[in-house]
């Protein structure tokens, strides 16, 4: 048999697979093949993570009010372990047991709700719990009594009362007697030292306050810590609000609330260095079809089986193989130029999270410097290991000037210049620095500017939406765009930049 018979068969047989678990997911299970406008609901996920040491093993994690709506789904990854939902008046606390248990240990659950409901940021009406005296050192006492005195002759509405005792922390300028009690707190709370500050000065004030975590509604985030917030009663309701935020009340923001009420949002007995990060994405397709995804054979399910905090991960990973296949198409069918086939794409996923022209900026003027610096260190005579390593230095250097230059400036967004890749760059003025001195610098910026060409147009391409619901809802999709790679591969006819170029011979 021949190469082209090979190559034919081994086409066919991927666009076959591919196409045919694809049709399979949006025919029978019912996956919507074409990206919706709507975005049916928010997934967030909690991962708890300890250390078990081999004793009985029992984890207690506090649930969301929302959970217990019979509407919004959630379920629990806790294989291995016996699970169920313990039920005590209106909270709710989410179990995991298990008789011996060793190593690091994982465990999650998942709160589904619709993007209209009340992310449980509303007003609870209920009783006010009783004040715990608040035991301070002598002078820490006297100054807090003085803060709180002072706020109660303005007002004494429980709202006003927060955004006194919360407001000095975002701002300039504050009281000497604020920063004397909030030096106090940083000695004894290294963590959340300004929301227990508040939480006592309410109290001090007569207001029932408690602790309260919540967690943004954010897939750029990815994994992230729980937010603290403080919980308050107003002679009604039990109130949420941020303390970094305390004038502005969350309920239409973009927090979800897990935990409320003041009792301990993790526990575990039986494990030791434990801790709880939550993961938010939104949905595109419906509850009960994700469930049948998920219930469907590995090759089928895919990435949609996966934790959360993995599944935000392949929403990046999963666009670099349409990235390359932009690079093979500009390079071997218009053939364009570029310094190596991966620095177009990976220049290409940074600038998705950058504004297109400040991110070609940055990256013109990194590059302009550093090969500057390059030329610098050429003649020290270094060998390459040394000299890459080098680059790697100065890079760095650049992107830190960079961005305290343009936090100077007030250029918003300077920080996102730590999202090109460090590596390449370097590899990059290493590379380009070589083509000036062997081919001249014609050629070397014909390179650069190709890779930069490319790289636009495989941001352009990732950019739209459709392609990215293909790429993470029907990843088997990138055995069709390999069917396509492997024909483009065997192309070895006239680039169409070639075709430009000898236009002259046509009529030879």
């Known amino acids: 048999m021949s190469d082209k018979w090979k190559l034919l068969i081994a086409v066919f047989a991927l666009i076959l697979i591919g196409g045919g678990i694809a049709a399979y997911k949006s025919v029978v299970l019912g996956v919507p093949f074409l990206q919706g406008e709507e975005v049916y609901d928010w997934q967030v996920e909690a991962k708890v993570s300890f250390l078990a040491i081999g004793n009985p093993t029992d984890v207690r994690l506090s649930l969301p009010s929302i959970a217990a709506d019979r509407n919004v789904a959630g379920d629990s990854g806790s294989l291995g372990y016996h699970f169920f939902v313990e039920k005590n008046g209106g909270e709710n606390t989410a179990v995991w047991s298990s008789e011996k248990k060793e190593e690091l240990q994982a465990l999650y659950f998942r709160v589904r709700f619709s993007d209209s409901a009340n992310y449980g940021a ?17 002078q820490v006492l006297v100054a807090a009594k003085s ?79 729980p937010v603290p917030l403080v919980e308050y ?7 949420v609000r941020d303390p970094m935020r305390p004038s502005t009340v969350l309920e239409g923001q973009n927090m979800f609330v897990w935990h409320r009420g003041g009792g301990p949002l993790l526990d575990v007995l039986g494990g030791e260095n434990s801790g709880v990060s939550f993961t938010a994405v939104s949905e595109r397709i419906p509850q009960a079809t994700l469930s049948n995804l998920q219930d469907s054979p590995l090759f089928v399910s895919t990435i949609l089986g996966l934790p959360l905090a993995e599944r935000t991960v392949f929403r990046y990973i999963v666009l670099i193989p349409l990235g390359a ?145 293909w790429a993470f809802y029907f990843p088997e999709l990138l055995l069709v765009l390999l069917a396509g790679i492997l024909l483009v591969g065997r192309y070895t006819g006239y680039r169409i930049s070639e075709l430009i170029r000898f236009k002259d011979f046509k009529g030879a």
Not at 233 to 239: A, Q
Not at 358 to 373: D, N, P, Q, T
């Open 122 to 138: 509303g007003n609870i009406p209920g009783e006010p719990e009783e004040i715990d005296s608040v035991g301070l050192p002598k």
């Open 325 to 469: 296949f932009v690079v093979v198409l500009m390079r071997n069918i218009i053939g364009i130029p570029t310094l190596g086939t991966f620095m177009p794409v990976l220049i290409a996923l940074a600038l998705l999270e950058i504004p297109l022209a400040a991110g070609l900026i940055m990256f013109s003027v990194l590059i302009a410097a550093g090969l500057w610096f390059r030329f610098l260190l050429s003649r020290l005579n270094l060998l390459v290991v040394p000299r890459v390593a080098a680059c790697v230095v100065i890079v760095t250097l650049l992107m830190i000037l960079m961005s305290v230059l343009g936090y100077g400036v007030g250029m918003s967004g300077g920080g996102q210049i730590t999202l090109f890749p460090m590596i390449i760059l370097a590899w990059t003025i290493e590379r380009m620095s070589l083509i000036w001195e062997e081919e001249g610098k014609r050629s070397a910026l014909i390179q650069v500017g190709g890779s930069l060409l490319v790289a636009v147009f495989a941001f352009l391409f990732m950019k739209v939406g459709q392609i990215r619901y």
């Open 233 to 239: 009663y107003d002679g009604v309701n039990w109130k």
């Open 147 to 225: 803060v709180v005195n002072r706020a109660t002759k303005v007002s004494r509405r429980p709202d006003s009362l927060f955004v006194e005792f919360f407001e000095p922390f975002n701002r300039e300028q504050t009281s000497q007697e604020h920063l004397f009690i909030h030096r106090h707190y940083e000695k004894e709370y290294r963590e959340n030292a300004a929301m227990v500050m508040g939480i006592d000065l309410l109290e001090m004030a007569g207001v029932p306050a408690r602790r309260a975590y919540g967690v943004v509604l954010d897939e750029g985030r990815g994994v992230q810590k």
